[in-house]
């Protein structure tokens, strides 16, 4: 890559970053072409230059939080760090390609054809792929049940995403309580799966019946 192509690539990385800052503000119909240039200290012809129309940018935009999202992820889970640091820095990602409220607002995932099987191709087959490495990982290591689904790895990684990014707690940096949420996902509540007299999971019997 030529100092010509570096240039424009830094600038494209402005744009986007200016445009996705401001829909996600204000939304895509109230941000104007003129708003992202401002923010992103380039001119609006610039913007046309690189992505042709504002709905361009759009898509562009949605396409570049994807995969960036998942070149992250899939980096860090494909790493030799021991299991129980996978996992805290796992909680720690900003997970984008999971997060339907950016997707939502940038209003391209169910009209435009090809973001659509993107986002089919992320939740069907790029997204387990790596829970799977992780299961397997923790596995290896002695952390996850041999018996537990890639699907509820799945779920059980999303809900404490999800309670990692909303819980005002968490939001204001409580170290104390984090690290207990920590313990809690590595080792549950009772530390061991729950079985009755006979060895077998209680929970997974009350659940069947």
């Not at 996992?87 to 054809?113: A, C, H």
Request: net charge neutral; aromatic share 10%; glycine share 6%.
């Amino acid at each position: 890559m030529n100092g010509y192509e570096r240039r424009s690539d830094l600038k494209k990385d402005k744009i986007r970053t200016a445009a996705f800052d401001l829909f996600r503000t204000y939304g895509t119909d109230k941000t104007s072409i003129n708003e992202i240039a401002k923010k992103a200290g380039v001119a609006p012809a610039s913007i046309y230059n690189y992505f042709g129309s504002k709905e361009g940018l759009i898509k562009d935009t949605v396409i570049n939080l994807l995969e960036n999202s998942w070149k992250e992820r899939k980096e860090l889970w494909e790493t030799d760090l021991p299991f129980p640091e996978l996992l805290k820095r796992t909680m720690s990602i900003k997970d984008d390609f999971i997060d339907q409220t950016n997707l939502e607002i940038l209003k391209v995932f169910d009209t435009d054809p090809e973001i659509k099987k993107m986002i089919d191709d992320f939740y069907k087959i790029r997204y387990p792929y790596i829970v799977g490495l992780f299961v397997e990982k923790g596995r290896r290591e002695g952390y996850i049940r041999r018996e537990l689904s890639i699907e509820a790895a799945t779920l059980y990684l999303r809900m404490y995403q999800n309670l990692t990014k909303e819980h005002e707690i968490l939001k204001n940096g409580n170290k104390d309580l984090l690290k207990e949420l920590f313990d809690l996902m590595l080792y549950g509540l009772a530390g061991h799966p729950i079985t009755d007299k006979c060895g077998k999971q209680a929970l997974s019997r009350q659940v069947e019946s």
